[in-house]
């Protein structure tokens, strides 16, 4: 490849992966044309896409680029294939462990043609359980609300307790029968002897 041709596909690279700091990297060996067309048409209805990349250009891209996975990581080992797109890592890693599921279940022989080497979130190398762990965006940000909420219900509830059970108090004593006091039976039989 001329120096030319391999600047052209550094600079497409460049443009392509520069606003994507969240990726999945895979190695896929012997799969048909059929199981690749199908898996990028399932994917691209999640808004998630493929590419093939050369080792040695996109490992200089992604210097470039900020994300330093080194000359010997595994990622650089082997066939590549990169998937971006969808809203966070995490719904990234779901949907593409789902659609890798469902094409081996619908052909066994796929079985060993997809290896996932690992994910890159902002731009450092981890782990795809890892990733699969990881809250997306919408359950994080539901988190956060849900802890900075928390201590103000229980204050709230800390408030309105004594209040609570002093009203249950007032009830269950105004539900009682009155009872007659010895001081009362003693006037009525006073008033009733004269």
Not at 78 to 95: C, F, M, N, Y
Not at 118 to 131: E, P
Not at 149 to 167: D, E, F, H, M
Request: proline share 3%.
């Amino acid at each position: 490849m001329s120096k030319q041709i391999k600047q052209m596909e550094m600079d497409s690279l460049r443009k392509r992966f520069g606003d994507f700091r969240d990726l999945v990297v895979l190695s896929v060996n012997k799969v048909d044309c059929q199981s690749d067309n199908l898996l990028r048409l399932n994917l691209r209805k999640k808004n998630i896409s493929l590419q093939v990349v050369k080792n040695s250009l996109a490992r200089r891209v992604f210097d470039d680029l900020g994300i330093q996975l080194g000359k010997e990581s595994p990622y650089w080992q082997g066939t590549t294939v990169l998937a971006w797109g969808s809203s966070s890592l995490a719904e990234l890693s779901r949907e593409l462990d789902q659609h890798l599921k469902d094409l081996v279940k619908k052909n066994a022989k796929l079985k060993d043609s997809f290896k996932v080497k690992g994910a890159i979130s902002d731009g450092q190398q981890v782990g795809f359980d890892l990733a699969l762990k990881m809250p997306t965006r919408l359950e994080a940000i539901a988190k956060v609300i849900g802890m900075a909420l928390s201590p103000a219900s229980r204050l709230v509830s800390q408030l309105k307790a004594p209040g609570a059970n002093l009203a249950s108090q007032i009830k269950t004593l105004s539900e009682k029968k009155p009872e007659e006091s010895p001081v009362q039976a003693d006037a009525l039989v006073s008033q009733g002897s004269t």
